[in-house]
């Protein structure tokens, strides 16, 4: 499923120094062969500035700690920029993935985040510090991880209204 509204990151506009990563789930996974069982790991993992920029990723291997390096190492080539303001978000807005509905609103100051598990991680990640969130549906950490960064991809700013439209800021805000 391919979305066009990826506002893609070039390497020069943030600092790697800059990425915390925060882990999401671990998943053990078991298969069973002639000779026994044999386990590895998936780990999901978010890693964000704090400022605007986001990206996840998904790491196999046979043991955890390798699991969530090769999760940061793929979340390092998915970053993504969202539109933060005043610690909010610009609007409300909705995205389905998989069985997950995820449903987003903008919070005045010192709500903080209202949200669960998984999109907390990501709410957190992005540098968004009041938001009020919910989730319907399936509570799949991967489905959710996906839906958040999707409707958060999907949000737009004043600045990118009038741009696109071609018309003045007074008339974004005044109709």
């Given amino acids: 499923m391919a979305n066009t509204n990826l506002k893609k990151v070039r390497a020069g506009e943030y600092n ?16 069973v062969t002639k000779g026994g069982r044999t386990f590895s790991f998936s780990a999901i993992v978010v890693v964000g500035n704090q400022n605007g920029i986001i990206g996840y990723g998904l790491g196999k291997a046979s043991e955890v700690t390798v ?34 509905l995820v449903m987003i609103r903008p919070a005045a100051p010192g709500t903080g985040i209202i949200a669960g598990g998984a999109m907390r991680a990501v709410l957190e990640s992005v540098g ?18 996906k839906a958040t960064i999707g409707a958060l991809c999907e949000l737009r700013d004043a600045y990118t209204v009038s741009r696109v439209r071609g018309i003045s800021m007074n008339k974004v805000f005044n109709g």
């Fill in 16 to 31: 790697v120094a800059e990425l915390v990563s925060k882990l999401v789930s671990i998943n053990r996974v078991t298969k």
């Fill in 67 to 100: 699991a969530i390096q090769k999760g940061e190492e793929e979340a390092k080539k998915n970053l993504v920029r969202v539109p933060v303001i005043n610690g909010t978000i610009p609007h409300k807005q909705e995205k389905h993935f998989g069985g997950s």
């Fill in 128 to 145: 968004i510090s009041n938001v009020l969130a919910k989730s319907k549906g399936s509570s799949n950490p991967h489905n959710l991880v």
